[in-house]
């Protein structure tokens, strides 16, 4: 569905390693203290998958993957010196 809202309204459609992949979120995984670490590893791995097609934009289903995916930039950026931003 968002593949075809994206070109209904003239943007490309682009495919990315990670597309169908969880970013992270699932409540049992961000909730459990001790579980942290796998939603941002996930997130992580999206993020990484996407900076071959450097996005301007990211769609997603999901409000968790529009927060974790937003959120977790700035968490890597304090970790690793990583960022992913144009």
Same mark, same amino acid.
């Given at each position: 569905?968002?593949?075809?809202?994206?070109?209904? @309204?003239?943007? *490309? @459609?682009?495919?990315?390693?990670e597309r169908r992949h969880?970013?992270?979120?699932?409540?049992?995984?961000? #909730? %459990?203290?001790? &579980?942290?670490?796998?939603? %941002?590893?996930?997130?992580? #791995?999206?993020?990484?998958? $996407?900076? *071959?097609? &450097? *996005? /301007?934009? #990211?769609?997603? &289903?999901? *409000?968790?993957? &529009? $927060?974790? %995916? /937003?959120? @977790?930039?700035?968490?890597?950026?304090? $970790?690793?010196?990583?960022?992913? /931003?144009?």
């Amino acid at each position: 569905v968002l593949s075809g809202l994206a070109t209904a @309204w003239g943007g *490309p @459609w682009v495919d990315y390693a990670e597309r169908r992949h969880c970013c992270g979120f699932g409540f049992r995984h961000y #909730i %459990l203290k001790d &579980n942290r670490g796998y939603s %941002l590893t996930h997130s992580r #791995i999206k993020l990484e998958s $996407m900076k *071959p097609v &450097n *996005p /301007d934009f #990211i769609l997603t &289903n999901c *409000p968790g993957c &529009n $927060m974790f %995916l /937003d959120r @977790w930039q700035y968490t890597l950026a304090e $970790m690793e010196g990583v960022t992913y /931003d144009s």
